[in-house]
């Protein structure tokens, strides 16, 4: 039996996890989720799934419980294909970055998220 998570399902864990960081002291940052497409078993389900990213990253941006976001999806889509990375970054799956696409995310958070 297969059980789809919503966003709502998705964004509800993130806060829990915030709240429960925050309950022990914990600053939270939170980062949107990057391109998939092309590495599911399911292509028939990327519409929904991407929808689900989508909404997910929205609120990662802008939200107010986590002390602070980082935009991953842009730093390794393929700008002609946001849902998908760009060839350069893809360590072949299209799902994890390979080196250079971990150098783009590392050179896209902004280090004074990490000042006090």
């Given at each position: 039996m297969s059980e789809t998570i919503t966003a709502d399902d998705l964004i509800a864990g993130y806060r829990q996890i915030i709240a429960r960081a925050h309950e022990?002291?914990?600053r939270v940052i939170?980062?949107?989720i990057t391109p998939f497409?092309?590495?599911l078993k399911q292509p028939?389900?990327?519409p929904q799934r991407e929808a689900i990213r989508q909404a997910v990253n929205r609120w990662v941006l802008s939200n107010t419980e986590a002390d602070g976001s980082i935009d991953f999806a842009p730093a390794v889509a393929?700008?002609?294909h946001p849902a998908r990375f760009l060839p350069a970054f893809d360590s072949?799956?299209?799902?994890h970055p390979?080196?250079?696409g971990y150098k783009a995310m590392a050179d896209a958070i902004d280090l004074g998220l990490f000042r006090r």
């Open positions: 022990h002291g914990l939170v980062a949107t497409e092309g590495s028939e389900a990327l393929d700008p002609t072949g799956d299209h799902l390979n080196d250079a």
